[in-house]
C-alpha cells in the first residue's frame, strides 16, 4: 500500500518470570508476562512513570537496562537499552 507507513510489531512470547525492577529510588517485585527481542511487558503492585530507568534482573536469567514506555493498571511496559 504506497504512502501508507506500516510499524511492524516484533513477536512476542507469553512469560512468567519473577524479579526486579531496580534503580536508585526503587526496589519492585515485578513479575514478566510478555517477552520480546526489543523489551517485556511486566506485572508489579507498585506503578512506574513512561521515561523511567531501570535495571530489570530476572532470577536466574540475568539484568537488562529498561526504559519504561508506558504504566497502566498495574502492568507497565518496557524497551531494553542494552
Do not use: H
Not at 61 to 73: C, L
Amino acid at each position: 500500500m504506497a504512502g501508507k507507513n506500516f510499524v511492524t510489531r516484533s513477536e512476542r512470547w507469553p512469560v512468567e518470570l519473577p524479579g526486579f525492577a531496580l534503580n536508585e529510588t526503587r526496589d519492585s517485585d515485578v513479575l514478566i508476562s510478555q517477552l520480546s527481542y526489543e523489551g517485556c511487558q511486566f506485572r508489579s503492585d507498585d506503578s512506574f512513570e513512561p521515561g523511567e530507568l531501570v535495571e530489570l534482573r530476572i532470577i536466574k536469567r540475568g539484568a537488562v537496562q529498561a526504559e519504561v514506555r508506558w504504566s497502566n493498571d498495574g502492568r507497565a511496559g518496557a524497551c531494553f537499552l542494552n
